[in-house]
């Protein structure tokens, strides 16, 4: 689906002179990974490059707490998958892919259907020589009672956007009948911990509009299951972290295992219990429940392909798995952006080789360039790859929440290429003259 390419039947078999890799997941590392190798391959017409998506525009997901409190609305931070297929030469096909049959090497994709339900797009196959799954994390319940009836997840813009409409809606109730509004997040890693502070940041830029009358008050409870927040962080950031969320008023409780949820709150193993309208679970990371039916190939208990540290699934050496949803064995990565990005960079290199000659991929490595937490735009750390920590306070700070942007804008600049990436920049600057820095619709 290109719209410089002739239409094509998607369900034809592969075309034995050109060699067909297919990327499934537009995200951090699939489209990254898809972008390159258009330019390279696809531009030239060496190989047919396919990225398949269910859905239909890319979100860097490092955002998405900024687009749950609806500090983040601006429409740069979407990237439509078609328009930058055509760009960039490569085709993009937007479905869900429910099985892969390996000995056709074919790739079921579920129905797209329209918002009412009805059909658009038939079940298709797609074939591939070689496949990259890119398919990326959910948070994990841990099979944990309630969860997924009673709590909202951010793992996604579609469930971002979800949590934003119920948030402004909540904080509309509460502000009419002044009565506080009370959330509870499960889970004090990157995700749950900067969601906290970016609540408090939307509710001060939203009482900017509230006629000079007293907003509600917000009670946000983080509950961590260990003795510390950020827990890939060194410890002092973990400290000065806790800090600042107290100081705007967040409940941190370390040591907090929750057992169950339910229509009005969370239970703990230690018999408490916290009582929240909004439930958030951002915590634990597994694959998307669609590997369970990815027949042989080995899995994880988190659902993620087992990889070899070339990438390759160490059942299917046609089959390569990058960032989230990928386990090296041997030698696992925590799953982050910069880990996703570095393996998208990776294939791009060494894929050209394996399509058109079968030269081997190399090994990956990683190389570890640090790790930047921002609390919107209160405070910020990181930590250099050696492990020294900066950031802190309202100067040092400001850098590691300059740093935090700048990781954004470096992939805007590789998906956009730098042109575009720099207009963008500058709407997103003139946008915030035009619109208030909180969503209000
Ligand atoms: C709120 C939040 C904050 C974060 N902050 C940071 C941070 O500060 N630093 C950091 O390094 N990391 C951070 N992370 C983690 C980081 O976002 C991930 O590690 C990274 O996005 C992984 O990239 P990926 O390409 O593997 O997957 P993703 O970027 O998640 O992309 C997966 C893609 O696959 C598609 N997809 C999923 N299932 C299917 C299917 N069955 N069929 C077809 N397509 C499918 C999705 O639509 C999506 O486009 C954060 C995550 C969250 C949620």
């Not at 579920?110 to 298709?124: F, H, M, Q």
Request: charged fraction near 20%; include cysteine.
């Amino acid at each position: 689906m290109n719209q410089t390419a002739s239409p094509r039947d998607p369900s034809s078999p592969p075309q034995l002179h050109k060699p067909r890799l297919v990327i499934v997941g537009g995200g951090v590392a699939g489209l990254a990974l898809a972008t390159r190798l258009g330019d390279q391959l696809g531009r030239t017409g060496q190989a047919a490059i396919t990225l398949v998506d269910k859905s239909f525009a890319h979100v860097w997901k490092p955002m998405l707490h900024c687009f749950a409190a609806g500090t983040a609305q601006n429409e740069n931070d979407r990237i439509p998958f078609l328009p930058q297929a055509s760009r960039h030469h490569f085709e993009f096909w937007p479905g869900e892919i429910t099985a892969i049959d390996r000995e056709n090497r074919a790739l079921t994709l579920a129905p797209v259907r329209a918002a009412d339900g009805s059909e658009v797009l038939g079940e298709r196959m797609v074939h591939y020589d070689i496949v990259v799954l890119a398919i990326g994390s959910r948070a994990n319940d841990f099979g944990t009672p309630g969860i997924l009836e009673h709590c909202l997840f951010i793992d996604n813009f579609v469930e971002a956007n979800s949590f934003n409409e119920k948030f402004r809606m909540a904080l509309l109730r509460a502000f009419a009948d002044h009565e506080p509004l009370n959330i509870a997040i499960v889970g004090g890693g990157a995700t749950g911990t900067q969601l906290a502070a970016e609540l408090h940041k939307a509710l001060e830029l939203a009482a900017l509009y509230s006629f000079g009358q007293t907003p509600p008050t917000l009670n946000v409870t983080l509950l961590e299951a260990g003795t510390r927040i950020l827990p890939a962080f060194p410890e002092e950031v973990s400290a000065a972290a806790t800090k600042e969320l107290e100081a705007l008023g967040v409940t941190v409780r370390m040591n907090a295992m929750v057992t169950g949820a339910d229509a009005t709150g969370y239970t703990l193993r230690d018999g408490g219990r916290v009582d929240a309208e909004l439930r958030v679970w951002a915590a634990g990371v597994r694959a998307p429940a669609v590997t369970e039916r990815f027949g042989a190939l080995k899995l994880t208990r988190s659902g993620q392909v087992e990889v070899h540290p070339s990438l390759q699934s160490i059942d299917d050496d046609r089959f390569f798995a990058m960032g989230d949803c990928s386990f090296i064995v041997g030698n696992p990565v925590a799953p982050t952006a910069q880990a996703a990005r570095q393996q998208a960079h990776h294939l791009a290199r060494h894929l050209p080789a394996r399509l058109l000659a079968g030269t081997p991929v190399p090994d990956w490595t990683f190389r570890n360039k640090g790790a930047i937490v921002a609390l919107s735009d209160y405070n910020g750390w990181g930590t250099f790859s050696g492990g020294t920590v900066f950031g802190g306070g309202w100067f040092r700070g400001l850098s590691a929440r300059v740093g935090h942007l700048a990781l954004y804008r470096q992939h805007q600049f590789e998906i956009y290429g730098p042109w575009r990436g720099l207009l963008s920049m500058i709407t997103d600057g003139l946008d915030r003259f035009i619109r208030p820095a909180v969503r209000l619709d």
